[in-house]
């Protein structure tokens, strides 16, 4: 029969797995402590979250590598993300008008390939393995 093609759920949620690691290490210092974008909590990389300034749920900047920083869960989910802080800090990280381009990006119609969602996948994985490993976590 030969292999079963994944279909494109399972390839999203893996996605959203590597993707959601890298932005919690990206920044996190050699013994996996990361902090939150919006309140500045320290905690360790495992226990934090991938936060989005535009919903996730609009696909064009869901693995957006600025629209997506580590928050803690007190921000991420009962603060709605502090959507007004971490526009603001987008400003100022990476230049005014970041946070409008970013909501104009995600309300673009873009459709995501199979090849997209692969080629994510083996990116993010790899950048995952090689911070772990740079970071001497598991």
């Given at each position: 029969?030969?292999?079963?093609?994944?279909?494109?759920?399972?390839?999203?949620?893996?996605?959203?797995?590597?993707?959601?690691?890298?932005?919690?290490?990206?920044?996190?210092?050699?013994?996996?402590?990361?902090?939150?974008?919006?309140?500045?909590?320290?905690?360790?990389?495992?226990?934090?979250?991938?936060?989005?300034?535009?919903?996730?749920?609009?696909?064009?900047?869901?693995?957006?590598?600025?629209?997506?920083?580590?928050?803690?869960?007190?921000?991420?989910m009962f603060?709605?993300?502090?959507?007004?802080?971490?526009?603001?800090?987008?400003?100022?990280?990476?230049?005014?008008?970041?946070?409008?381009?970013?909501?104009?990006?995600?309300?673009?119609?873009?459709?995501?390939?199979?090849?997209?969602?692969e080629e994510?996948?083996?990116?993010?994985?790899?950048?995952v393995n090689?911070?772990?490993?740079?970071?001497?976590?598991?």
């Open positions: 029969m030969g292999n079963k093609i994944k279909p494109i759920s399972k390839l999203k949620k893996e996605l959203d797995k590597w993707f959601s690691l890298y932005i919690r290490l990206r920044k996190a210092t050699p013994i996996g402590i990361a902090e939150c974008y919006t309140c500045g909590k320290l905690d360790h990389y495992k226990n934090l979250q991938c936060g989005h300034f535009q919903s996730r749920r609009k696909h064009n900047t869901r693995w957006n590598e600025h629209n997506c920083q580590v928050q803690c869960v007190g921000c991420n603060k709605q993300g502090e959507q007004f802080k971490f526009g603001t800090k987008l400003n100022v990280e990476y230049g005014a008008g970041t946070s409008h381009e970013l909501e104009f990006l995600a309300n673009q119609r873009f459709k995501f390939t199979r090849i997209d969602y994510n996948i083996r990116y993010y994985k790899a950048i090689k911070l772990k490993k740079d970071l001497g976590l598991e």
